[in-house]
Every structure is written in structure tokens, then in C-alpha cells.
């Protein structure tokens, strides 16, 4: 490991510090603070309303930024506090280290020789052994179930997402944030990587002291929290962030490439291109009014077809074609249920028609949704079928 003075430059040099957010850690806390001193003079420690003898041992260390919280409120709040003074210290990084004592401070070059080799902001997660002897079988089950949904939402696989020794970009992670208990620490790093950061493990050692180690996490609680984050996060992916990635991407081609690359797509098949085609129309014409591009971009990259032709085709309910959408919506619905909306082609056809013929207008908008679908679907397959055959 490289000399004290030599870390603390580099920490210095790139506007690094510590964060140790503490709660009833008094056993293992003045360990932690003594081997994050060697390292560095940039400590910021977090008292999250502790009531054993913490205030006493931080009371020893005046040369340390203290951040007091005088109630507990949970380490997501506690590290947002962190971050939040790491940023008016003028620091640009923070390395975060639990204060039970199962990490080790002589990591922390770990981080620094990521973060120089990246050359740009990154986020890094400390990985651990989650197999060696001693480690509590429930954590290895929660880090594998964490790392699923991690990959499920941000594309990213990581061996590890739950540790708490990270180095996060204090300017490029989210500013504002939903949580403030254990799922914190999951919140930040999928928002992050939505924000295009690199999120990366490094290795890190790992020590598990039943005799000393304290945890405040509440199984059915805290895993409830965590279900009900990534149940949002899920929804946010496929409601905002994919459709946002679609049109960012559209924007950075050049509209020659766009046509080359997501509408002629030569990689794909006439069939996935059909099959686009047809979902487009579907998500056109049935009534998901205010989300047809979210859901149809987010079905096209869920099924890994072409997302533009989608897109495009979904535009059948452009203003000028709503009236007569919801005219075969209404026609249709009255083959199935009583004709309530009686009025012709020739009348005055608005969304009021809907409000009053809600029922008639819903079966009948997702029975011609699903007949425009197949007869574009099958027609364009016969089209591209051909003009490939006339090549």
C-alpha cells in the first residue's frame, strides 16, 4: 500500500474525502476513524442520533468535520447530509465507509487508482467476497436479489451493489432523491447510471466480527422499502427512461444514419420489422392516451424490436387522425355492446364522445387496435417480402 502522505495528496489533488455515516457503532467506530486518518485528513463523519457512547468518541477527534443529526432518520439520510457538506467543503468526491468495522481503510487507494485510470466520473462500489466464512447467508441472498434488479434496470452487471465502501461523483449523481433508509444506497447508484455514469466494482477485503459488528438493517421493514423502490424504478425505466434514451439517441445521429441503422435496419428481419410495425399501429389506435410513446418504445426495447418503426407507425393518432380513430373505435365497440353513440361520419366527432360512451369506446378501440395491428403487420411483411425478392 502506498504511504499515508502519498494518498492524502492524490486525495487532496482530486477534491476527495471520507464520509462515515455512524449509528450506534461505538464498538468499532474509533478503528474506522483511526485508519481513515491514515489515509487522509479529509473526514466528514455523520452522527445519525446515536445514543450510545459515539458523541463521547467523536468528542476525541477535533480536527474531523462532524455533521450531527440529533434523531436517527436512516443512512440514506445520513449520507445525503454527508454529501450535501462534502459539496460546500468544495469537495468533488466522497468515499463512503461503514462504521461497524467490516471494511477496511487501507482500501481506499483501491478507489483512487480507479477513478485516475477512468479518467472521468465514475461510480465505484467496493465488491466483497460475499462467500468466504463468516458472511451471513441472508446478506449473500439479499447482495444476489439486489444485483438482479440492479442489471433488470439499468442493463449494468455488477457483482456487488450493496456494499457501503463506494466512491461516489458528488456533481453527477441526482440532486434531489425519493429515500432515505437502507434503499438509499440502491436509489443512488440506478439513478446514477441513468444519468450515463459508469457504476464498476472494485475489489475490496471484507471483515465479519459477530462479536463487534452491529446492524441496524430490518429484514422484513427494510426489504419491503427495497421491494417497493424498485417496483417505482421499474415503472420510471419503462415510463420515462427508455423512451428518453430513444429520443436522445435520435438526436445524436444524423438523420441518414437514423434511416440506415433504426428504419431500414438491415440486421433485422422482415418478420421483427412486421412485428414493429404492427405494434406501433396497436399502440396508436388503443387508448393509452398521454403514454403511446412510453409504452410503445418501451415494449419495442423490451422485445428487442425496432424501436423507430414503432414509434412511427404509433403516430396513426396524430390530431387530424383522432376523429376517425375514435369513430372506428365507437363503430366497433357497437358490434360488441349497445350503440349508445349514435351519431354518423358527417358529425361532429370530439373526446367528449368518448367521456359519454366510455365502455362501447374501449372495447371497440382495443378490437380494432388488435385488426389495424394485424392487417399492417401482415401487409408490410408481404411488402418487404417482395421489394427484397425484386432487389
Known sequence: MATGPNISERMNQRKVCVIIPTYNNHKTLRRVIDGVLLCTQN???????STDTTTTILASYPDITLVDIPQNQGKGNALREGFKKAKQLGYAYAITIDSDGQHFPDDIPVFLDAMEAEGKDILLIGSRNMNQDGVPKKSSFG???????????????????????????????????????????????????WNGVPVKNVPVKILYDPNERVTHFRPFKDFTRISILNTV????????????????SFKKKSLKEFFRED????????????????????????????FQTAVVISLAVLLRWNKLLAFTFSNISIPPMIPLVIFGSLK????????TARFTLGSPITLEHIKNNVVQYLIGSFVLATAAAIIFGVGSYLLLSLSKKSE
Open 143 to 193: 447482495n444476489k436479489f439486489s444485483n438482479f434488479w440492479f442489471w433488470f434496470e439499468t442493463g449494468i452487471t455488477l457483482e456487488d451493489t450493496q456494499s457501503g465502501y463506494r466512491l461516489y461523483p458528488l456533481e453527477a449523481i441526482p440532486k434531489k432523491f425519493f429515500t432515505k433508509k437502507f434503499e438509499f444506497e440502491i436509489e443512488v447508484i440506478v439513478r446514477t447510471a
Open 233 to 248: 424504478l421499474v415503472f420510471l425505466l419503462f415510463v420515462y427512461i427508455k423512451p428518453r434514451n430513444f429520443f436522445r
Open 332 to 339: 366497433t365497440g357497437a358490434l360488441f355492446v349497445e350503440d
Open 263 to 290: 428504419i431500414l435496419a438491415s440486421s433485422d428481419s422482415n418478420l421483427k420489422k412486421a412485428l414493429s410495425i404492427g405494434l406501433g399501429v396497436f399502440c396508436g389506435i388503443a387508448p393509452f392516451w398521454g
Open 43 to 49: 473526514v466528514i463523519v455523520v452522527n445519525d442520533g
